[in-house]
């Protein structure tokens, strides 16, 4: 009886506080902060300033979605990896971390609309001396592991059947790599390879070509479940756009230039 | 709060691909003490010769084994000789780093097991018209790597966890490796890496014991 007891008293104790419970927006907006993963190894989207503060444009979308929210902005870096179980064990509320919007990851975490697309470059180390992407075949390459990119340049080498694939930690590690001559080449995110490649940090890279492949659209991320706080990104991303924020942030930290298009034609989100 | 559901059958579904990987970590472990063993032996052998610049040589490649971290010894077989144009694959990298680290932690446990062994067996040896070479490699070694046994095995458990860090040089095909990639491509982190820990837990498990019953049909007096 004691144990038909406690199991029952369990249940309604189990549904009346998920009935009851304030959702991570409500969380969030009486906590006061908001607290973002954001990359910092990343430039131009995440990265820090002389003085050691993060700054880019991940670091000012998120200062951005605290301000309309009405609370301060927490940045705590992460590495790729490290999103997730940051994510998860609530040391982050929501990740701004350029995070590539796979169905595979989507089983995961909850994404929001797309909050920018990237297209993608080979760079190479100029002693490589390549002329276009497809001479990256039986060539030793690289990128940053589980990215976008480096699971479609993992599958190039796989089709190829001929050269090596090399997955590193950070970017910061692969372009170290390729400065080196470890890797001939790389496959990155065109604006964070142009901002690598002036930032001066790394000698004899080049940027020789466009990447044939899908924009990699990149999303905002928190707990799959907090269907509150989707809600509240997919709006704030349309309201970046529509408030010309979204093109303001874009020349401050990309360049002149038209911003990437975050629509697809023909289907709905 | 923590709030996530686990999904095993999928997770278990990338098992045959993390004991592949482990069959790698096992064998890089396995040639990171082979060498090492070799290196350390050598690297007593320079700190006994009373030659100066030999004991010099192992001291210092000694204490920076011993108290540098293993990260740092990988990262600089692979960058770090890459910054002056060396370039090794990152099984290598690996490879070259924890066999460095070995062979620091075993030369010290080496130097520990002969003192155990009392001067007067190397004199005993010697009137008996063996060379100093000969002492030491017919009565002093073989009771060193007797005394040294268990630790070795400690060794051998510390190469298997030090082949995580493999993924700081480019390696993916180790079981931390392969756990990492298979990570970011699904994000089901805590499902993965609790299988990684099991098979890891699994393998030191087995070497911990193989080592006991090795040593006790071995060494039986």
């Known amino acids: ?269 | 709060m923590f709030n996530y559901t686990f999904h095993w059958k999928q997770a278990l579904q990338k098992l045959p691909q993390m004991l592949d990987g482990a069959l790698i970590t096992v064998e890089v472990a396995l040639a990171s003490m082979v060498l090492g063993i070799v290196l350390a032996i050598l690297l007593t052998g320079c700190r006994l010769s009373g030659n100066r610049v030999l004991s010099g040589f192992a001291t210092t490649w000694v204490e920076i084994a011993r108290n540098t971290p293993a990260l740092f010894q990988i990262y600089m077989a692979h960058f770090g000789l890459g910054s002056f144009g060396i370039h090794l694959s990152p099984f290598t990298s690996l490879l070259i780093g924890i066999t460095f680290n070995n062979a620091g932690y075993l030369a010290e446990n080496f130097r520990g097991a002969l003192k155990a062994i009392p001067d007067t067996q190397t004199r005993a040896g010697r009137s008996l018209g063996m060379t100093p070479v000969q002492a030491f490699r017919y009565i002093i070694m073989p009771q060193m790597l007797r005394i040294a046994f268990l630790p070795m095995s400690n060794q051998m458990v510390w190469a298997i966890l030090m082949t995580s860090l493999g993924v700081t040089v480019g390696m993916n095909s180790d079981l931390y490796g392969v756990t990492q990639d298979l990570n970011s491509l699904t994000f089901r982190t805590f499902e993965l890496f609790t299988i990684a820990a099991v098979i890891f837990y699994a393998i030191t498990k087995i070497i911990n014991l193989s080592a006991r019953l090795i040593a006790a049909r071995l060494f039986r007096y």
């Open chain 1, 1 to 269: 009886m004691n144990k038909a007891f406690l199991v029952g008293a369990a249940l309604a104790a189990s549904g009346f506080f998920s009935a009851a419970q304030a959702d991570q927006l409500d969380d969030i907006i009486s906590a006061g902060t908001l607290r973002c993963a954001v990359v910092l190894d990343f430039p131009p989207m995440g990265m820090r300033d002389g003085d050691n503060n993060p700054i880019g444009f991940d670091v000012d979308y998120c200062n951005d979605l605290a301000k309309v929210l009405g609370v301060t902005a927490e940045i705590v870096e992460t590495t790729f990896p490290e999103r997730i179980p940051a994510l998860m064990s609530g040391k982050v509320d929501i990740a701004v971390a350029s995070t590539s919007d796979t169905l595979e990851r989507a089983k995961t975490v909850g994404f929001s609309v797309p909050y920018y697309a990237f297209e993608n470059s080979v760079v190479e180390n100029e002693k490589a001396g390549l002329s276009s992407w497809e001479d990256m075949k039986g060539k030793t390459v690289g990128a940053t592991a589980g990215t976008y990119e480096a699971i479609w340049l993992e599958n190039q080498v796989k089709a190829w059947g001929t050269g090596t694939f090399r997955p590193y930690q950070s970017q910061a590690d692969v372009f170290l790599a390729l400065s080196q001559g470890q890797l001939d080449a790389t496959v990155a995110t065109t604006d964070v390879a142009n901002a690598n490649v002036k930032s001066g940090n790394f000698a004899g890279l080049k940027i020789v070509d466009k990447v044939p492949m899908v924009p990699d659209y990149v999303a905002l991320i928190t707990r799959r479940d907090e269907y509150g706080m989707i809600n509240f990104m997919n709006l704030f991303i349309n309201q970046q756009v529509r408030t010309g924020r979204y093109a303001e942030l874009y020349k401050k930290w990309i360049g002149d230039g038209a911003p990437a298009d975050l629509t697809v034609h023909g289907v709905y989100r």
